[in-house]
């Protein structure tokens, strides 16, 4: 009965994370890149993709995580379309009920236990990150399914933990990138905390077992995580600037750059604004520190408190050095400790409500709702109300416009995140890189436009631009004899 109640705030907080898109069904950058990828191996067989060209002036090699387009290359693009803001909500749904099976194994306290799946749901971050079709929160799951039985296995010493935490490493090496990133990250701390070569060992021959099973394709992917990060360490100044301002005009900036700037100058204090949960670590480090008795003397708990702790400092300090950026932005450490945070936040404050009563209980409560309406503001500015990551009714008529014109064109995209929804959706060819590698290519007009649009036009043979006067207006491009051959709304295609 307690695992069937259990999925009372899963499915909750899958009706938060979602009902966005009964507003705005296309929110999203990316995720054109990923229905792109999951096209690409639909096209080959459900199979690794072979080098890519259709659609990217800019060729490459596919060179993506398999496992999260591998799976959805078996719907069709019509389901795919219809489903596509759905997925994310539904895997994190997936982690929210894993918090409980945790907190449960660990308290054996149903009350704890669903509160810990609240405090989950009601992490701001969370409802942001799965917005939009993305393998994160698949990858954040594969996280946790990977380094808590590890964790746990140098506690308990059960062989059982060992091999389930070398399946879900081996998944997550075809899953997600940054998660994997961060998984090496903790390994590395607690082999230093638990003075065990577990967490590394694990690491490491789940890495040898995929190079293997997937016949070398991962070394492929693993070169493109380190050609995405040495592009950043040459852009890294030019990471939230605007692509024809640069970062002299701040009011051009959009809401994302200047949450992300206001992160970056107040951090490590904001930090707690985006997961107040976070200071559960804190609180029970005080609490052993001091010798303060008011929380429980847990192992578990104590392991919970150092992986909170660590990453937080870790985003931190990511957050403050823009150096930084190409290993991540900061706060997205934070993501890695969701689960940790929200049931730690339980127990504690549970315990505290035996101390304090009913104060506890207020203070709990106003968090919560101070945590939720901080989801709803964002999701209603940056989701509901969004203009430039979104597939808007100007944009489909431009789309449909390219799709009946006799040539296709060669385009270039202002802003240039409009380049993967361009060719999902057209016939066009535009000017983006296929793959990691090639991100070094695109140097000249992303993340800042460094040369003219009309160099750019010579240099790759481009006969059309795709605008959005939102973004720049025509006038401040300075193109030569530039016609304007379709328009609706701010989004003209101009013919240079």
Same mark, same amino acid.
């Given at each position: 009965?307690?695992?069937?109640?259990?999925?009372?705030?899963?499915?909750?907080?899958?009706?938060?994370?979602?009902?966005?898109?009964?507003?705005?069904?296309?929110?999203?950058?990316?995720?054109?890149?990923?229905?792109?990828?999951?096209?690409?191996?639909?096209?080959?067989?459900?199979?690794?993709?072979?080098?890519?060209?259709?659609?990217?002036?800019?060729?490459?090699?596919?060179?993506?995580?398999?496992?999260?387009?591998w799976l959805f290359s078996f719907f069709s693009k019509k389901t795919l379309l219809n489903i596509q803001g759905f997925v994310s909500p539904f895997f994190d749904s997936l982690q929210n009920y894993f918090v409980f099976i945790v907190a449960y194994f660990l308290t054996q306290?149903?009350?704890?236990?669903?509160?810990?799946?609240?405090?989950?749901?009601?992490?701001?971050?969370?409802?942001?990150?799965?917005?939009? @079709?993305?393998?994160?929160s698949l990858g954040y799951f594969m996280f946790t399914l990977a380094f808590f039985p590890v964790l746990y296995y140098n506690i308990?010493?059960?062989?059982?933990?060992?091999?389930?935490?070398?399946?879900?490493?081996?998944?997550?090496?075809?899953?997600?990138?940054?998660?994997?990133?961060?998984?090496?990250?903790?390994s590395v701390f607690f082999t230093f905390v638990d003075r065990s070569v577990i967490y590394i060992l694990n690491f490491t021959f789940a890495f040898i077992t995929i190079a293997l099973?997937?016949?070398?394709?991962?070394?492929?992917?693993?070169k493109g995580h380190l050609a995405n990060i040495y592009f950043w360490v040459k852009n890294y100044k030019d990471r939230f600037a605007h692509q024809i301002y640069g970062n002299k005009e701040t009011k051009k900036q959009d809401w994302v750059g200047i949450i992300y700037n206001l992160l970056s100058v107040f951090s490590p204090i904001f930090l707690f604004g985006i997961s107040v949960w976070t200071l559960s670590g804190i609180i029970y480090l005080a609490d052993i520190y001091f010798n303060l008795g008011i929380l429980p003397d847990n192992v578990v708990y104590l392991k919970f408190a150092l992986w909170i702790v660590f990453f937080y400092i870790f985003g931190a300090i990511v957050l403050k050095f823009k150096q930084l950026i190409p290993i991540g932005e900061g706060q997205r450490y934070l993501e890695m400790t969701t689960v940790p945070a929200a049931i730690l936040s339980s127990v504690i404050f549970f315990s505290l409500m035996k101390e304090y009563g009913a104060i506890s209980i207020v203070i709990f409560i106003l968090l919560c709702l101070g945590n939720l309406g901080m989801i709803i503001f964002i999701q209603i500015k940056g989701i509901v109300r969004d203009k430039n990551r979104?597939?808007?009714?100007?944009?489909?008529?431009?789309?449909?416009?390219?799709?009946?014109?006799?040539?296709?064109?060669?385009?270039?995209?202002?802003?240039?995140?409009?380049?993967? @929804?361009?060719?999902?959706?057209?016939?066009?060819?535009?000017?983006?890189?296929?793959?990691?590698?090639?991100?070094?290519?695109?140097?000249?007009?992303?993340?800042?436009?460094?040369?003219?649009?009309?160099?750019?036009?010579?240099?790759?043979?481009?006969?059309?631009?795709?605008?959005?006067?939102?973004?720049?207006?025509?006038?401040?491009?300075?193109?030569?004899?530039?016609?304007?051959?379709?328009?609706?709304?701010?989004?003209?295609?101009?013919?240079?």
């Open positions: 009965m307690h695992y069937l109640l259990a999925f009372i705030i899963p499915l909750l907080s899958f009706i938060l994370q979602s009902y966005p898109r009964v507003f705005n069904k296309y929110f999203g950058v990316d995720v054109w890149t990923r229905l792109l990828e999951i096209q690409h191996i639909k096209e080959s067989g459900h199979r690794i993709p072979d080098k890519i060209t259709k659609g990217f002036i800019i060729d490459g090699y596919f060179d993506y995580p398999i496992l999260f387009p306290d149903l009350a704890i236990s669903i509160v810990a799946q609240i405090i989950y749901a009601l992490t701001p971050m969370i409802p942001i990150e799965n917005s939009y @079709m993305t393998p994160r308990d010493n059960q062989q059982i933990f060992l091999f389930v935490e070398f399946i879900f490493t081996c998944l997550l090496f075809i899953t997600h990138r940054f998660a994997l990133q961060s998984l090496l990250f903790i099973l997937t016949n070398g394709y991962y070394l492929r992917v693993a979104s597939l808007t009714n100007e944009l489909v008529d431009v789309f449909n416009y390219i799709n009946k014109m006799k040539k296709a064109p060669r385009i270039i995209c202002i802003p240039h995140q409009n380049t993967t @929804m361009t060719i999902y959706n057209t016939k066009a060819d535009v000017l983006v890189n296929a793959d990691n590698p090639g991100l070094m290519k695109v140097t000249d007009f992303y993340p800042v436009l460094k040369k003219s649009v009309e160099d750019l036009k010579k240099e790759y043979k481009i006969d059309h631009l795709l605008l959005r006067e939102s973004f720049v207006k025509l006038k401040e491009l300075k193109l030569k004899n530039p016609k304007v051959v379709f328009k609706s709304g701010d989004v003209k295609l101009i013919k240079i």
